[in-house]
């Protein structure tokens, strides 16, 4: 079978970034521009100010990536680029981008959802094997997904409020940290002790999730603490945090891994870099004999590697969109591919 090159891009949030990937797997070149450093002083990211930092990126990011790649624009066969959810002006600069290049060389324009591009950040280290749950874990989702084969998806739980990414950040801005938090609490977890009395959040037989109670409850610990006059222990609250936080997505993933009778875990989206998540799966992964799969660490946060393996896959299965292709800051992954609406 003739090779397929896909070229990436990937706008949906405060990442520009673009990548060839070859068969759905293999990565030839990725670039990934990141104004992290430019929403930091705002604790968090502006929309305005992302989408005209995407503007001043996106053709710079293409050169360099053809540069790296050593490759022409007429060698691309796929153009796959990220439709939503997201921020719709961030949105609109990837997507914008990609009609582009379509319409100039005659490529196939390959729409994908955000969240099947992290699930399949895992296929490009090793393919995934069906029928499979993904736990997906970023700063927009919190799914629980089973995965008959390529490109099916069927949640079987989801966030009931906050997504576990979100309640990361919004824990270290409460603690006076770093955005994006999560990668500053799960460094400090690592440093502290569980001394703090925090709520399981939802734990209960379902697979669905929530998070802004054990958020409110680190709202009001640090807000009594300081009205007492006692000083805060940051590491303590990170560490106690992320042990509720890690024991309860391990224990649902767990139940959903003994019904659907699946065994291959897949981790994807930014918290699957979190080192307490990923110790506590391998142990559960190793005792119960299930396959576990993470996303390559610089695969975990938004980059177009992941959506130029999940385009390969969607081109497969005959998912085109022509030049109406528009972004969608909300949309399901799960309701069908009704793309150009
Ligand atoms: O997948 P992602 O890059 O963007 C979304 O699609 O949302 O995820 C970003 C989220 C942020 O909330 C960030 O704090 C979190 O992933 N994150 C982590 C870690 N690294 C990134 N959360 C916990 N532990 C980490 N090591
Ligand atoms: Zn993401």
Known sequence: MKDIYCLAIESSCDETSMSIIKNGCIEISTVVVTQIDIHKKFG???????????????????????????????????????????????????????KTISLVTG?????????????????????????????????????????????SFERIGSTLDDAVGEAYDKVAKILGLDYPGG???DKLAH???????????????????????????????????????????VADVCTSFQQRVVHILTKKTKNALKEYRVNNLVVAGGV???KALRASLAEMAQENNIKLSF????????????????????????????????????DSLYNGTKIND
């Open 44 to 98: 968090g990211v502006v929309p305005e100010i992302a989408s005209r930092s995407h503007i001043e990126s996106i053709t710079i990011v293409l050169d360099e990536l053809l540069e790296k790649a050593k490759m022409g624009i007429e060698e691309i066969d796929i153009i796959g680029v990220t439709y939503g959810p997201g921020l719709i002006g961030s949105l609109l600069i990837g997507v914008e981008c990609a």
């Open 107 to 151: 490529k196939p324009l390959i729409p994908v959802h955000h969240i099947a591009g992290h699930i399949y950040a895992n296929n490009l280290s090793e393919r995934l094997t069906f029928p499979l749950i993904a736990l997906v874990v970023s700063g927009g989702h919190t799914d629980l997904v089973y995965m008959k084969e390529d490109y």
């Open 183 to 185: 990668p500053v609490v």
């Open 191 to 233: 440093e502290g002790q569980d001394t703090y009395d925090l709520p399981y959040p939802l734990d209960d037989k379902s697979y669905n999730f929530s998070f802004s109670g054990i958020k409110s409850a680190v709202v009001n610990l640090v807000h009594n603490e300081k009205q007492r006059g006692n000083e805060i222990r």
């Open 272 to 274: 699957a870099a979190n």
């Open 295 to 330: 996303p390559e660490v610089k695969f975990c946060t938004d980059n177009a590697a992941m959506i130029g393996a999940a385009a390969y896959y969607a081109y497969q299965k005959g998912i085109r969109a022509n030049l109406e292709l528009n972004a969608k800051a909300i």
